[in-house]
T-cell receptor, first 109, second 114 residues
Framework: GQNIDQPTEMTATEGAIVQINCTYQ??????LFWYQQHAGEAPTFLSY??LDGLEEKGRFSSFLSRSKGYSYLLLKELQMKDSASYLC??????????WGAGTKLIIKP | DTAVSQTPKYLVTQMGNDKSIKCEQN?????MYWYKQDSKKFLKIMFS???????INETVPNRFSPKSPDKAHLNLHINSLELGDSAVYFC?????????????FGNGTRLTVT
């Protein structure tokens, strides 16, 4: 079967750095997405990786290793507004999105 | 504003009732989706339409029937509501069938069945 694993919850301190990991086993791979979802709101797009390596976008970076079936989202200079769930999703060989359950990130002052 | 909009935002109803959720996007996208997000936060695809044609129909009870009158609208009708239907339902769209482009989500409809 297809599977996406992420930690359920993480806690970090304002101003710090946090890394949210995602491992996947899917039938084929056509890219990996990270979305941010604040409580009671819709998911919003953060990043898309299809090639190995690190993609940096401001305070957020996303890394992919296809051989390891692994990605991480790195958040720097954490702000209180970064408290949200972070969803990892993989596009499989049929171009269907397989979603993880999300990692709830709690930022403490 | 260009967006995906869905109504209503909240829907509270009793078991056995029939209800509809409406979705409209003015982004000019060709592909629209319905997703269900349960209490464990998993997003599960229910249906996908491309230019009014059904292209994905996951294992969903036939009490759920999507309708796409045109490519900008995708409505969801649910018959004989059950307690397990309580969830947040998200409409989403992407441009064409460019599946590696980001999904644009509506704000969700929180359905509570009592």
């Amino acid at each position: 079967g297809q599977n996406i694993d992420q930690p359920t919850e993480m806690t970090a301190t304002e101003g710090a750095i946090v890394q949210i990991n995602c491992t996947y086993q899917t039938s084929g791979f056509n890219g990996l997405f990270w979305y941010q979802q604040h409580a009671g709101e819709a998911p919003t797009f953060l990043s898309y990786n299809v090639l190995d390596g690190l993609e940096e976008k401001g305070r957020f970076s996303s890394f992919l290793s296809r051989s390891k079936g692994y990605s991480y989202l790195l958040l720097k200079e954490l702000q209180m507004k970064d408290s949200a769930s972070y969803l990892c999703a993989v596009l499989d060989s049929n171009y269907q999105l397989i979603w993880g359950a999300g990692t709830k990130l709690i930022i403490k002052p | 504003d260009t967006a995906v909009s869905q109504t209503p935002k909240y829907l509270v109803t009793q078991m056995g009732n029939d209800k509809s959720i409406k979705c409209e996007q003015n982004l000019g996208h060709d592909t629209m989706y319905w997703y269900k997000q349960d209490s464990k936060k998993f997003l599960k695809i229910m249906f996908s339409y491309n230019n009014k044609e059904l292209i994905i129909n996951e294992t969903v009870p036939n009490r759920f029937s999507p309708k796409s009158p045109d490519k900008a609208h995708l409505n969801l009708h649910i018959n004989s509501l059950e307690l397990g239907d309580s969830a947040v339902y998200f409409c989403a769209s992407i441009s064409g069938q460019d599946y590696n482009s980001p999904l644009h989500f509506g704000n969700g409809t929180r359905l509570t069945v009592t």
